[in-house]
């Protein structure tokens, strides 16, 4: 399956009065990259938020709180905004599909599959509002997340046996933290529809945690991880597991060594942005980064952008960044790009 985002319409919510991105080319084909640009302030975070808490409400809940819509509330982000309206339209598997948060205005279509919280039988109340391929959707997707169903499951799930890929958010605040190892964890990568790549302060769930676990459990995927890691190029410095530490560390070129947290800011925003897509990356998926120069020298820029684009092409997703570097407008091309503001 292949999820691929079409156009996104924010109405009030943040700093954006009304704005509609459309995120295909002239032809009518999905652009594999997209850049969102614009001046501090111009609402590009904001845009990366409602896709991923639009989103969000095809995730159910656990049984005990499900209604016959298989939600309980909608996504906190989009309760707090009290935003006008806001749509996200996409393909599903092939299947075009809207997300809807509030009354739509009168120049807003919905396709006739759909998911939201459109109007509500009292004055400034919303209900729940699915189609049956989006209750489908949303079932195999808590299928997998280990959420069961009180549905049966129908045919068109078992033809349709394929995963559903999930959403990765990275938001701009990404930073390794020191962390401090007692044992060793089991780091097992459970399926999230919507992935929030946050910063982790404590050793579970470290990206640090997850290497040293997968150089005692599973060494050939160690060996491809660390291979990428050394292939990235950080300037001769190469990555290896000290058993005796409990740590990971890099050797520089001239055989000093340090540990992982100890990287510049810079080399930690490009290894946790290419090391977290390679660890959770499904094929199909949706790759929202925010604030993509975030610390990077110019250098390690096109690093980051070449690296991308190569696990593109190992695993195809489509790619969505904000940025107010004009680099990266050259990059990626000015007709794969979106203006919210001049910058």
């Known amino acids: 399956m292949k999820l691929e985002l ?12 009304d704005i509609k991105i459309d995120f295909f080319d002239a032809s009518g084909k999905t652009l594999p990259v997209c850049v969102i640009g614009g001046a501090n302030g111009s609402g590009k975070t904001t845009v990366l938020e409602v896709i991923a808490a639009m989103a969000e409400m095809l995730i159910p809940k656990s049984l005990d709180t499900l209604d016959d819509h298989q939600v309980q509330k909608a996504p906190d ?16 598997g092939g299947k075009e599909m809207s997300l809807f948060y509030g009354v ?8 006739e599959e ?12 919303l209900m729940p509002e699915d189609t049956g391929f989006a209750i489908e959707i949303r079932q195999r997707i808590g299928m997998q997340q ?39 964890q089991k780091e097992a990568d459970a399926y999230k529809f919507v992935q929030r790549i946050e910063v982790v302060r404590q050793f579970w769930g470290s990206l640090t945690s997850y290497l040293i676990w997968l150089e005692y ?25 000290n058993r005796k530490e409990l740590d990971v560390f890099v050797k520089t070129k001239d055989g000093h060594e ?18 977290e ?13 925010d604030e993509i120069e975030n610390s990077l020298h110019p250098a390690y820029q096109h690093r980051l952008a070449q690296g991308l684009l190569a696990l593109q092409k190992e695993i195809p997703y489509q790619l969505i960044v904000t940025t107010h570097a004009p680099v990266f407008v050259e990059i990626f091309s000015a007709e794969n790009t979106r203006v919210l503001t001049p910058f």
């Open 6 to 17: 079409r156009s996104v319409r924010i109405k009030n919510c943040g700093p954006i009065d």
């Open 77 to 92: 982000f989009l309760a707090k905004k009290k935003s006008e309206y806001l749509q996200m339209d996409f393909l599903v």
């Open 104 to 111: 739509p205005p009168t120049d807003a279509r919905l396709h």
């Open 114 to 125: 759909k998911c939201g919280w459109g109007k509500g039988p009292y004055p400034n109340t």
């Open 146 to 184: 280990g959420i069961p169903s009180k549905y049966p499951a129908s045919d068109l799930y078992v033809a349709l046996s394929d995963l559903v890929p999930s959403i990765i958010y990275l938001p701009h605040n990404r930073s390794l933290e020191p962390v401090s190892p007692d044992q060793i």
């Open 217 to 241: 459990s599973d060494t050939e995927r160690f060996e491809q991880m660390r291979k990428f890691l050394n292939d990235l190029d950080f300037d001769g410095k190469t990555f290896h597991v």
């Open 258 to 275: 340090h540990r992982l947290h100890e990287l510049s800011s810079g080399e930690q925003n490009l290894l946790i942005i290419l090391i």
């Open 277 to 289: 897509l390679y660890r959770k990356l499904l094929p199909g998926s949706i790759v929202l980064i």
